[in-house]
């Protein structure tokens, strides 16, 4: 077994006061980060979107094995083959899997099977968790994939919204049909759709806040 080669790591540290501000502005500027369904269709150059998949993938992953594939979709056909297949699925959702609970939970966000978004939106990030890989041609285990893959869709929306853009964590389960649309090989699996975009001028987001620190957080102190 080869030995793992290191290399000198330098991380900038503050001290406590610097910390605790650089903390605090960070959780502001993220407060402001909202999903949207709707979104403008002026376009976003290429080139933000490779840097941000690159960003997301920064994430870590089990035995960095970074089990994703980001795929980037703006041709207009393959986004209307997404939209009329999804929207398939969603009406089933809407019409018989989805339990009344559900559907009461989502009322506040206006929603229903329709997804013009999935048009208008500019860019469509889909990204695939690859269940195993493949090393010198032959197949290879991936650790924690769902895991790792939820880091990395982590680290990409925050990506998105540092760059000035807007995003949503869209799931049109099943989502198999993703892997068909996009002729993706047999070992990934659909994980997550994310339209990227700007806003809409008109843009309006549900009036909600999120939970508190004593919500979300146990201190064993």
């Known amino acids: 077994m080869e030995a793992t080669s290191f290399i000198p790591y330098h991380k900038e540290s503050y001290e406590a006061p610097v910390m605790k501000r650089r903390a605090e502005t960070y959780h502001l500027w993220l407060e402001q980060r909202r ?13 933000v979107i490779e840097k941000l998949i690159m960003a997301g993938s920064t994430a870590p992953s089990g035995a960095h094995k970074q089990p994703w594939t980001f795929c980037a979709v703006s041709d207009p056909e393959i986004k209307k083959k997404i939209r009329e297949a999804a929207e398939k699925e969603e009406y089933k959702n809407y019409h018989g899997r989805m339990s009344e609970e559900w ?15 999935l048009e208008t939106a500019p860019w469509l ?36 919204h540092h760059a000035g853009l807007v995003s949503l964590t869209h ?8 892997g068909k649309v996009l002729n993706r090989p047999s070992n990934e699996r659909a994980f997550l759709l994310m339209p990227v975009g700007y806003p809409p001028e008109e843009a309006q987001v549900p009036d909600l806040s999120r939970k508190n620190l004593e919500e979300v957080a146990v201190f064993y102190s």
């Open 35 to 47: 999903s949207l369904r709707t979104f403008s269709d002026k376009p976003v150059p290429k080139e």
């Open 103 to 117: 559907l009461k939970d989502l009322e506040v966000f206006e929603t229903d099977w329709n997804k013009e978004f």
């Open 125 to 160: 990030i889909i990204l695939f968790k690859q269940n195993y890989g493949f090393e010198n041609g032959e197949k290879s285990k991936h650790y924690y994939v769902n895991e790792s893959v939820g880091l990395a869709a982590g680290f990409f929306l925050t990506a998105v």
């Open 171 to 178: 799931t049109p389960s099943p989502m198999d049909f993703l």
